[in-house]
């Protein structure tokens, strides 16, 4: 047996679309992994989870539920490394309130990082954070700094423009559980017991295992299928962050096994591979998809978008592979692929 099929790594929310092609791919370097997933009858997911090269053997299901975060401690015993991909969200029919989504989202990252510590096996617990966090806006939402990078948090009071209610818990979760599960790292006293690092992501995009197309691309693509519902998701984006930060997903799925596989490493990194304005992605959209019409509204504003340094993640040797146009592209393909994207 190889040293990686004895790694065991569990992720949480594996059938997701991080989760699902963060599965695929830690298999297909020869881990053994356990997956969590909400609902084990699901027969879809956990078909779709099955069906992947390696599962046989080296795959194991578990069902948890971050309202009942004690359940992925049975997931967590035996692993080296945790990935904590799965959140808490506001979807059609739920009946949770803003407030109860940002509690679990938080009480859930304590709880996986305290199974971590008791479970004596884990060394590191790797959190899907999201820029949205980041961001680089002072409190009264009025003044943008001048660059985005790992010392912005976004204020927990921020007021913004746009963006419907889910969007505006979504990222108050967020920035609360990323705070929570960085904590883990500030006690001198509990350095040995477990390394915690933030993979703090740009908006996801490319293509899907899943069968419908993930939120995070429909949202890349908004623009040119002009769908105000996710484009005000780009909206909100460069109002938070003063432009919109993107990452392809076999990108953002290889850095966290990077972030893994360093012998050692703790801390907030942001992942994003390029920073474009709303304009600039409309431009890229204009001269490359000239087949679709793109209404005035969808366009964005002409302005200058804010500094990213990309550099902290970089410079323990991270390479981004796709740029802008690549991770645009690749949305693009998997929305026409599914149906989302056609000609009128
Ligand atoms: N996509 C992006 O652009 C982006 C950017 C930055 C950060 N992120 C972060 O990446 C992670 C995955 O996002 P995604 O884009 O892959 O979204 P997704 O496809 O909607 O996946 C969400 C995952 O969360 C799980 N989940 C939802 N509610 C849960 C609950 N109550 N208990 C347990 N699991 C629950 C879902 O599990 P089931 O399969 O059981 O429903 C699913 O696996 C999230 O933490 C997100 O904040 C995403």
């Given at each position: 047996m190889g040293k990686q099929a004895s790694t065991k790594v569990c992720v949480t929310g594996g059938a997701g679309y991080i989760g699902s092609w963060l599965v695929k791919k830690l298999l297909e370097k020869g881990y053994t992994v356990h997956a969590t997933l909400?609902?084990?009858?699901d027969q879809l997911k956990v078909g779709l989870l099955k069906s992947?090269?390696?599962?046989?053997?080296r795959l194991v299901l578990f069902q948890a539920d971050i309202y009942k975060p004690y359940e992925f401690r049975y997931a967590i015993q035996g692993c080296e490394f945790v990935f904590h991909v799965a959140t808490p969200q506001q979807t059609?029919?739920?009946?949770?309130s803003s407030q109860e989504i940002v509690e679990a989202a938080i009480s859930g990252v304590r709880s996986i990082a305290e199974s971590c510590i008791e479970s004596q096996s884990v060394k590191r617990l790797i959190y899907t954070a999201s820029?949205?966090?980041?961001?680089?806006?002072?409190k009264d939402g009025f003044n943008l700094k001048s660059c985005l990078n790992e010392s912005n948090w976004t204020p927990s009071d921020i007021i913004f423009t746009h963006g419907f209610e889910y969007m505006r818990a979504y990222t108050i979760s967020k920035t609360l559980a990323e705070k929570e599960a960085l904590r883990?790292?500030?006690?001198p006293g509990d350095e040995k017991l477990l390394e915690v690092v933030t993979l703090t992501c740009g908006l996801v995009g490319g293509e899907t295992l899943l069968p419908y197309v993930p939120l995070s691309v429909e949202v890349m693509f908004s623009q040119l299928i002009g769908k105000p519902q996710t484009f005000e998701g780009l909206e909100l984006m460069e109002e938070v962050m003063g432009s919109v930060p993107v990452v392809h997903i076999e990108d953002v799925c290889d850095a966290h096994i990077f972030c893994m596989e360093k012998p050692s490493m703790r801390g907030r990194f942001l992942c994003a591979a390029a920073n474009p304005t709303i304009r600039e992605m409309a431009t890229y959209f204009l001269e490359n998809e000239s087949q679709y019409q793109m209404p005035e509204?969808?366009?964005?504003?002409e302005k200058k978008g804010i500094a990213y340094d990309s550099s902290k993640l970089v410079k323990l040797g991270f390479e981004y592979k796709y740029d802008m146009k690549k991770i645009l592209d690749d949305s693009v393909k998997c929305g026409r692929r599914l149906g989302s994207i056609f000609l009128h």
């Open positions: 909400r609902n084990l009858d992947l090269p390696g599962a046989d053997t059609a029919g739920s009946s949770h820029m949205l966090a980041s961001s680089p806006l002072t883990y790292n500030e006690n509204e969808f366009m964005g504003e």
